[in-house]
C-alpha cells in the first residue's frame, strides 16, 4: 500500500469550499540537530489550498493545528506536469528547429518561448489539475 505524504500545519484562512493551510517544507537534513549550522539546510513556508466538501468548512477554524495528507502518486503526477512535460516539449521543439535550419539562438529562443503556451494552458486547467491532484485535512492527534 501507498504511503501517505503528510505535513503538519496551521489552517489560516477559511473560504467556501476551500481551507488555506500554512505548512513549512523542510528538506531531509532540516530537522537534523545541526541544521542551524549547515548551508544545505533548507526549510520554508508554504499555502496549500485545500478543497473541503461544502458545509464542512464549519469543522475547522483559523489557527487550528492540521495535519495535511496526499498520496505519494500525486507528488510524481505534480512533477510530470511541473517539470517533465514542460522538458520534453522544450526538447521536441529544439529538435524540430535545429532540423528546419534555424540557428541556435533563434531555436532556444522558441524552446523557452514555448514554455509561455505550456503554463498558460496549466493555469486554464487548474481547476481539473485540483480535482486529480488533491489534499486532504485531518485533525492533528494530540498528545
Not at 101 to 129: H, K
Request: proline share 2%; aromatic share 4%.
Amino acid at each position: 500500500m501507498e504511503k501517505p505524504i503528510r505535513h503538519d500545519g496551521i489552517i489560516e484562512t477559511i473560504e467556501r469550499g476551500h481551507v488555506q493551510v500554512r505548512i513549512m517544507q523542510t528538506s531531509a537534513c532540516a530537522g537534523c540537530k545541526v541544521a542551524s549550522r549547515c548551508a544545505t539546510a533548507e526549510a520554508r513556508e508554504k499555502l496549500i489550498d485545500v478543497a473541503v466538501a461544502t458545509g464542512q468548512e464549519s469543522r475547522w477554524h483559523v489557527g487550528q493545528q492540521v495535519v495535511v495528507t496526499t498520496q505519494s502518486s500525486m507528488a510524481g503526477k505534480a512533477l510530470m506536469l511541473g517539470f517533465g512535460l514542460p522538458l520534453v516539449l522544450m526538447l521536441l521543439v529544439m529538435v524540430a528547429a535545429t532540423a528546419a535550419g534555424c540557428s541556435e539562438g533563434a531555436a532556444a529562443l522558441m524552446m523557452l518561448g514555448s514554455l509561455v503556451p505550456y503554463y498558460m494552458i496549466i493555469g486554464l486547467l487548474r481547476n481539473r489539475i485540483a480535482r486529480v491532484i488533491s489534499f486532504q485535512l485531518e485533525e492533528q492527534e494530540k498528545n
